[in-house]
Protein backbone atom coordinates (compact mmCIF):
# COMPACT_ATOMS: atom_id res chain seq x y z
CA UNK A 1 0.00 0.00 0.00
CA UNK A 2 1.11 3.59 -0.73
CA UNK A 3 2.11 5.78 2.09
CA UNK A 4 3.86 8.81 3.28
CA UNK A 5 6.59 8.88 5.82
CA UNK A 6 7.43 12.08 7.95
CA UNK A 7 10.32 10.85 9.82
CA UNK A 8 10.41 13.13 12.86
CA UNK A 9 7.19 14.33 15.03
CA UNK A 10 9.30 17.60 16.14
CA UNK A 11 12.26 19.37 14.94
CA UNK A 12 14.00 21.86 17.05
CA UNK A 13 16.20 24.13 15.71
CA UNK A 14 17.93 27.90 16.62
CA UNK A 15 16.58 30.44 14.53
CA UNK A 16 18.81 31.86 11.45
CA UNK A 17 20.11 28.06 11.65
CA UNK A 18 19.28 25.65 8.63
CA UNK A 19 16.97 23.29 8.69
CA UNK A 20 15.81 19.89 6.42
CA UNK A 21 12.02 17.83 7.14
CA UNK A 22 12.23 14.59 6.15
CA UNK A 23 9.82 12.75 3.70
CA UNK A 24 9.74 9.75 2.29
CA UNK A 25 6.62 7.89 0.27
CA UNK A 26 6.19 4.52 -1.10
CA UNK A 27 4.64 3.82 -4.55
CA UNK A 28 5.23 1.91 -7.18
CA UNK A 29 3.69 3.84 -9.80
CA UNK A 30 4.47 8.03 -10.59
CA UNK A 31 3.79 10.63 -7.81
CA UNK A 32 3.24 13.82 -7.53
CA UNK A 33 4.78 15.31 -4.75
CA UNK A 34 3.53 18.28 -2.15
CA UNK A 35 4.68 20.09 0.53
CA UNK A 36 1.71 22.03 3.18
CA UNK A 37 2.47 24.28 6.05
CA UNK A 38 -0.31 24.85 8.73
CA UNK A 39 0.23 27.67 11.15
CA UNK A 40 -1.00 28.06 14.60
CA UNK A 41 -4.72 27.88 14.25
CA UNK A 42 -5.14 28.27 10.56
CA UNK A 43 -5.87 25.60 7.86
CA UNK A 44 -3.27 24.47 5.37
CA UNK A 45 -1.83 26.09 2.37
CA UNK A 46 0.65 24.88 0.03
CA UNK A 47 4.34 25.60 -0.03
CA UNK A 48 5.42 23.75 -2.96
CA UNK A 49 5.11 20.99 -5.23
CA UNK A 50 6.78 19.23 -7.62
CA UNK A 51 5.20 17.64 -10.77
CA UNK A 52 7.73 16.71 -13.17
CA UNK A 53 10.95 18.91 -14.53
CA UNK A 54 13.43 20.01 -12.22
CA UNK A 55 13.74 17.59 -8.74
CA UNK A 56 15.09 20.87 -7.02
CA UNK A 57 11.56 23.00 -6.30
CA UNK A 58 11.10 26.29 -4.81
CA UNK A 59 8.46 27.40 -2.72
CA UNK A 60 7.40 30.55 -1.18
CA UNK A 61 8.97 32.07 1.98
CA UNK A 62 12.36 30.60 1.12
CA UNK A 63 11.35 26.88 1.59
CA UNK A 64 12.64 24.52 -1.28
CA UNK A 65 12.42 20.44 -1.58
CA UNK A 66 14.38 18.09 -3.66
CA UNK A 67 12.34 14.85 -5.05
CA UNK A 68 14.85 12.23 -5.65
CA UNK A 69 13.23 9.10 -7.10
CA UNK A 70 16.13 6.64 -6.54
CA UNK A 71 15.62 7.39 -2.46
CA UNK A 72 11.91 7.75 -2.38
CA UNK A 73 12.10 10.75 -1.06
CA UNK A 74 10.98 14.81 -1.07
CA UNK A 75 13.16 16.61 1.69
CA UNK A 76 12.18 20.03 2.55
CA UNK A 77 14.95 22.64 3.25
CA UNK A 78 15.18 26.49 4.13
CA UNK A 79 18.96 27.83 4.57
CA UNK A 80 17.93 29.86 7.31
CA UNK A 81 14.67 30.04 9.54
CA UNK A 82 12.70 32.77 11.50
CA UNK A 83 10.56 32.48 14.08
CA UNK A 84 7.67 33.16 11.76
CA UNK A 85 8.23 29.53 10.71
CA UNK A 86 6.94 28.25 13.12
CA UNK A 87 4.40 25.61 11.86
CA UNK A 88 3.10 22.03 11.57
CA UNK A 89 4.59 20.92 7.93
CA UNK A 90 2.43 18.14 5.82
CA UNK A 91 4.23 16.02 2.92
CA UNK A 92 1.35 14.60 0.69
CA UNK A 93 2.00 12.25 -2.44
CA UNK A 94 -0.87 12.29 -5.17
CA UNK A 95 -0.47 9.07 -7.01
CA UNK A 96 -1.02 9.33 -10.88
CA UNK A 97 -4.03 7.19 -11.95
CA UNK A 98 -5.52 7.24 -8.50
CA UNK A 99 -8.57 10.69 -9.37
CA UNK A 100 -5.45 12.14 -7.61
CA UNK A 101 -6.15 11.78 -4.38
CA UNK A 102 -3.73 12.70 -1.90
CA UNK A 103 -1.88 10.60 0.53
CA UNK A 104 -0.70 12.71 3.49
CA UNK A 105 1.97 11.99 6.37
CA UNK A 106 1.28 12.44 10.04
CA UNK A 107 3.24 16.65 10.10
CA UNK A 108 6.03 17.69 11.54
CA UNK A 109 6.43 20.54 14.09
CA UNK A 110 8.92 22.93 13.25
CA UNK A 111 10.02 24.54 16.69
CA UNK A 112 11.98 27.80 15.95
CA UNK A 113 14.35 28.31 19.40
CA UNK A 114 15.46 31.98 19.95
CA UNK B 1 -9.54 37.29 3.65
CA UNK B 2 -9.19 33.38 3.61
CA UNK B 3 -10.95 31.73 0.41
CA UNK B 4 -12.77 29.28 1.88
CA UNK B 5 -14.42 29.83 5.27
CA UNK B 6 -16.06 27.57 7.57
CA UNK B 7 -18.53 28.17 10.34
CA UNK B 8 -18.70 27.81 13.31
CA UNK B 9 -14.64 27.66 14.57
CA UNK B 10 -15.45 26.07 18.18
CA UNK B 11 -18.23 23.60 19.02
CA UNK B 12 -18.81 21.93 21.53
CA UNK B 13 -21.98 19.05 21.31
CA UNK B 14 -23.23 16.76 23.58
CA UNK B 15 -23.56 13.11 22.09
CA UNK B 16 -27.30 12.89 21.55
CA UNK B 17 -27.57 16.83 19.93
CA UNK B 18 -27.29 17.12 16.20
CA UNK B 19 -25.58 19.98 14.80
CA UNK B 20 -23.99 21.32 11.33
CA UNK B 21 -20.62 22.32 9.82
CA UNK B 22 -20.68 24.76 7.15
CA UNK B 23 -18.36 25.73 4.72
CA UNK B 24 -18.73 28.37 1.32
CA UNK B 25 -15.35 28.92 -0.64
CA UNK B 26 -15.62 31.91 -3.08
CA UNK B 27 -12.56 31.01 -5.31
CA UNK B 28 -15.06 29.68 -8.30
CA UNK B 29 -13.93 25.85 -7.78
CA UNK B 30 -15.57 22.60 -8.65
CA UNK B 31 -14.12 20.49 -5.89
CA UNK B 32 -15.04 20.19 -2.39
CA UNK B 33 -13.61 18.50 0.71
CA UNK B 34 -14.13 17.31 4.28
CA UNK B 35 -11.06 16.07 6.12
CA UNK B 36 -10.52 15.10 9.61
CA UNK B 37 -7.47 16.43 11.07
CA UNK B 38 -6.34 14.23 15.15
CA UNK B 39 -3.03 14.96 16.58
CA UNK B 40 -0.04 12.79 15.29
CA UNK B 41 -2.11 11.40 12.77
CA UNK B 42 -2.27 11.83 8.66
CA UNK B 43 -5.33 14.08 7.47
CA UNK B 44 -8.19 11.87 7.01
CA UNK B 45 -10.54 12.34 4.14
CA UNK B 46 -13.64 12.03 4.56
CA UNK B 47 -15.68 13.13 1.67
CA UNK B 48 -14.78 14.57 -1.97
CA UNK B 49 -17.97 16.10 -3.64
CA UNK B 50 -16.83 17.07 -7.64
CA UNK B 51 -19.38 19.34 -9.54
CA UNK B 52 -21.89 19.52 -6.65
CA UNK B 53 -22.14 15.29 -7.07
CA UNK B 54 -20.30 13.20 -4.10
CA UNK B 55 -16.92 11.02 -5.81
CA UNK B 56 -15.56 9.89 -2.83
CA UNK B 57 -16.99 8.17 0.89
CA UNK B 58 -13.74 6.79 3.08
CA UNK B 59 -15.77 4.89 5.53
CA UNK B 60 -17.22 7.55 7.30
CA UNK B 61 -19.41 6.42 10.00
CA UNK B 62 -23.11 7.13 9.07
CA UNK B 63 -23.38 9.69 12.30
CA UNK B 64 -21.19 12.26 9.68
CA UNK B 65 -23.73 13.31 6.76
CA UNK B 66 -22.27 15.66 3.96
CA UNK B 67 -24.47 17.92 1.81
CA UNK B 68 -23.18 19.93 -0.94
CA UNK B 69 -25.98 21.99 -2.46
CA UNK B 70 -24.10 24.18 -4.76
CA UNK B 71 -20.37 24.00 -6.06
CA UNK B 72 -19.91 27.38 -3.34
CA UNK B 73 -21.37 25.49 -0.34
CA UNK B 74 -20.56 22.22 1.69
CA UNK B 75 -22.23 20.94 4.79
CA UNK B 76 -21.63 18.43 7.18
CA UNK B 77 -24.17 17.29 9.31
CA UNK B 78 -23.58 15.52 12.82
CA UNK B 79 -25.89 13.35 14.69
CA UNK B 80 -25.01 10.94 17.52
CA UNK B 81 -21.33 11.44 17.80
CA UNK B 82 -19.20 9.82 20.51
CA UNK B 83 -15.74 11.54 22.49
CA UNK B 84 -13.68 10.10 19.41
CA UNK B 85 -15.00 12.19 16.73
CA UNK B 86 -13.71 15.27 18.89
CA UNK B 87 -11.15 16.67 16.20
CA UNK B 88 -10.44 19.64 13.46
CA UNK B 89 -12.24 19.19 10.84
CA UNK B 90 -10.97 20.78 7.38
CA UNK B 91 -12.80 21.91 4.32
CA UNK B 92 -11.35 22.29 1.42
CA UNK B 93 -11.75 23.02 -2.49
CA UNK B 94 -9.91 22.58 -5.54
CA UNK B 95 -10.52 23.86 -9.44
CA UNK B 96 -11.40 19.96 -9.77
CA UNK B 97 -11.32 16.49 -8.51
CA UNK B 98 -8.93 15.19 -11.19
CA UNK B 99 -7.04 18.02 -12.35
CA UNK B 100 -3.27 16.96 -12.23
CA UNK B 101 -1.44 18.61 -9.40
CA UNK B 102 -4.28 20.43 -8.35
CA UNK B 103 -3.52 23.04 -5.46
CA UNK B 104 -6.17 22.43 -2.61
CA UNK B 105 -6.90 25.37 -0.54
CA UNK B 106 -8.02 24.75 2.95
CA UNK B 107 -10.23 26.86 5.55
CA UNK B 108 -9.16 27.18 8.72
CA UNK B 109 -11.32 24.44 10.30
CA UNK B 110 -13.72 23.71 12.90
CA UNK B 111 -12.81 22.44 16.20
CA UNK B 112 -14.97 19.80 17.48
CA UNK B 113 -15.66 18.69 20.82
CA UNK B 114 -18.05 16.07 21.62
CA UNK B 115 -18.49 15.77 25.43
Given at each position: AQSVTQLDSQVPVFEEAPVELRCNYSSSVSVYLFWYVQYPNQGLQLLLKYL????LVKGINGFEAEFNKSQTSFHLRKPSVHISDTAEYFCAVSLTGSNYQLIWGAGTKLIIKP | ETGVTQTPRHLVMGMTNKKSLKCEQ????NAMYWYKQSAKKPLELMFVYNFKEQ????????RFSPECPNSSHLFLHLHT?????SALYLCASS???????NTIYFGEGSWLTVV
Open positions: SGST | HLGHTENNSVPSLQPEDQDQTGVG
